[in-house]
């Protein structure tokens, strides 16, 4: 098992900032890769952010590219999301996911963003 638990999420203007913080536990060697993903009122998941947890290239949406950067401190099992000149409709509920090999199976339990006008 892996677990997985988010933090940093909050209120803040548009263009200002935020990092989300991801914290994994538990069977870490076991990890393929991590995602952060977003889901608006309304609207479907979508996938924001990610990258193999051995190293190597990172994946953004069209969305965020340019705006955010996902990141790891190998040394705390710590992925984050620096969440840079945001926008009303990156407004959602943040989650990063955890994929063992077959699918992201482990999910944290989600932080609010939500960015005013």
């Known amino acids: 098992q892996v677990q997985l638990v988010e933090s940093g999420g909050g209120l803040v203007q548009a263009g200002g900032s935020l990092r989300l913080s991801c914290a994994a536990s538990?069977?870490?060697?076991?990890?393929?890769?991590v995602g952060w993903f977003r889901q608006a009122p309304g609207k479907e998941r979508e996938f924001v952010a990610g990258?193999?947890?051995?190293?190597?290239?990172?994946y953004y949406a069209d969305s965020v590219k340019g705006r955010f950067i996902i990141s790891r401190d190998n040394a705390k099992n710590t992925v984050y999301l620096q969440m840079n000149s945001l926008k009303p409709e990156d407004t959602a509920v943040y989650s990063c996911?955890?994929?063992?090999?077959?699918?992201?199976?482990?999910w944290g339990q989600g932080t609010q963003v939500t960015v005013s006008s």
């Open positions: 996911a955890a994929d063992a090999g077959y699918g992201y199976a482990y």
């Open positions: 538990g069977r870490t060697f076991s990890i393929y890769r």
């Open positions: 990258f193999r947890w051995s190293g190597g290239t990172t």
